[in-house]
């Protein structure tokens, strides 16, 4: 099982509302990172969680909350969103954390959840 | 910061034609990936070039690791249809922390 799955594809919310992005990974991968990828452009890091510990945030504002409840699992709490911060948000998964400079480790990504904002 | 160039930014070609596009840093990058990426899916991992000089293939896919370990090129001979998509380069941030990724090369095959 090589896959990351991300719940739901799609998710359209108001500016007031509370949802939650789901991540499941079962290839025992000890990283889970959170990306944000508007279109037609590169994914940028948000969040980087090695051994269930928030280990990076990229300075992200706090209406995006990142829970990882275990080791398989990676969420996305969202509350209070602007319409700039419609995207497609993709979750991903390495074997180790970032570490080592002279190898970096492959991360595999779900297929993301293109979020609208309205 | 570490930027990652990479050219062209979009492709038209015909089918079965090869394709060339490349990345490159004024940094000096120890590793990199190469991903593609479909239309409202996440990108996947295509091949990984960990050595200076280094030359992968995966499939039709060729990638080379440059020697001066500041640029990389990915080939796809015999293009078809199914490789319409954005192929993005990543490489490891000199903090060591994170993935960044090239801006995109977006390919687009006609039949």
């Known amino acids: 099982d090589t896959e990351v799955t991300q719940t739901p594809k799609h998710l359209v919310m108001g500016m007031t509302n509370k949802k939650s992005l789901k991540c499941e990974q079962h290839?025992?991968?000890?990283?889970m990172y959170w990306y944000k990828q508007k279109a037609k452009k590169p994914p940028e890091l948000m969040f980087v969680?090695?051994?269930?510990?928030?280990?990076i945030n990229e300075s992200v504002p706090s209406r995006f909350s990142p829970e990882c409840p275990n080791s398989s699992l990676l969420n996305l709490h969202l509350h209070a969103l602007q319409p700039e911060d419609s995207a497609l948000y993709l979750c991903?998964?390495?074997?180790?954390?970032?570490?080592?400079?002279?190898?970096?480790?492959?991360?595999?990504f779900g297929s993301g959840t293109q979020l609208s904002v309205l | 910061g570490q930027q990652l160039n990479q050219s062209p930014q979009s492709m038209f070609i015909q089918e079965g034609e090869d394709v060339s596009m490349n990345c490159t840093s004024s940094?000096?990058?120890?590793?990199w990936l190469w991903y593609k990426q479909d239309p409202g899916e996440g990108p996947v991992l295509l091949i990984a070039?960990?050595?200076?000089?280094e030359l992968t293939s995966n499939g039709r896919l060729t990638a080379q690791f440059g020697i001066t370990r500041k640029d990389s090129f990915l080939n796809i001979s015999a293009s078809i249809p199914s490789d319409v998509g954005i192929y993005f380069c990543?490489?490891?941030?000199?903090?060591?922390?994170?993935?960044?990724f090239g801006k995109g090369t977006t390919l687009s095959v006609s039949s």
């Open positions: 991903a998964s390495s074997q180790d954390p970032p570490r080592d400079v002279d190898r970096v480790e492959k991360l595999f």
């Open positions: 290839m025992g991968h000890r990283a």
């Open positions: 969680y090695s051994y269930e510990k928030l280990s």
């Open positions: 940094s000096i990058f120890n590793t």
């Open positions: 070039l960990y050595k200076a000089g």
């Open positions: 990543a490489g490891l941030n000199q903090a060591g922390t994170a993935l960044i």
